[in-house]
């Protein structure tokens, strides 16, 4: 075997990529400030606290429970019910997040590279109450939102 070999499926490949693609996460100004208390109380950036958030999702197949509650859609009538830990909350959106990118990145490569080449320096997240204010309903259809809100 050459020492170039590489064990790692395509799969494992890209899911190593998009976890490397950061964005800027928007919330509720309730959760938003839940998370920043988080990040106060931990000694933590937004950037490793949503790094702390993403391994969470490791281990005993939390991250395929996570997967399956996330997108399972409610049922008519049905309210969703935010989980009480803002840990959890963040670990579900970037699992959301990565989802997104992962189906971008096979149905969408030019606009998954051009999320690619505009992704900030690191990840964060803000309220959601501290965006443009003009911004459209739609916001989530275009392809130069740097700002993903959930």
């Known amino acids: 075997m050459s020492a170039d ?5 395509t799969g494992q490949k890209i899911l190593e990529e998009i976890a490397a693609i950061p964005a800027i996460l928007a919330f509720p100004p309730e959760i938003f400030a839940q998370l920043d208390e988080l990040c ?4 933590f950036t937004h950037h490793q ?13 939390r991250s395929e ?8 859609p409610l049922e008519p009538g049905e309210t969703e019910v935010w989980p009480e830990d803002p840990l959890d909350i963040l670990a579900r959106v970037v699992a959301l997040y ?10 969408d490569p030019v606009g998954y590279e051009e999320e690619k080449k505009h992704a900030p320096a690191e990840w ?3 309220s959601a109450k501290d965006l443009d204010d003009d ?3 739609d916001w989530w259809k275009r392809a130069d939102c740097k700002r993903q809100r959930y």
């Open 5 to 9: 070999h590489d064990d790692r499926t």
């Open 40 to 43: 106060e109380l931990r000694g």
């Open 49 to 61: 606290l949503v790094v702390e958030a993403a391994l969470s999702l490791q281990g005993q197949g």
């Open 65 to 72: 429970k996570i997967m399956e509650e996330v997108l399972t």
């Open 98 to 107: 990565a989802l997104r990118l992962f189906g971008k990145s096979f149905f």
């Open 124 to 126: 964060s997240f803000c």
């Open 135 to 137: 911004e459209p309903a």
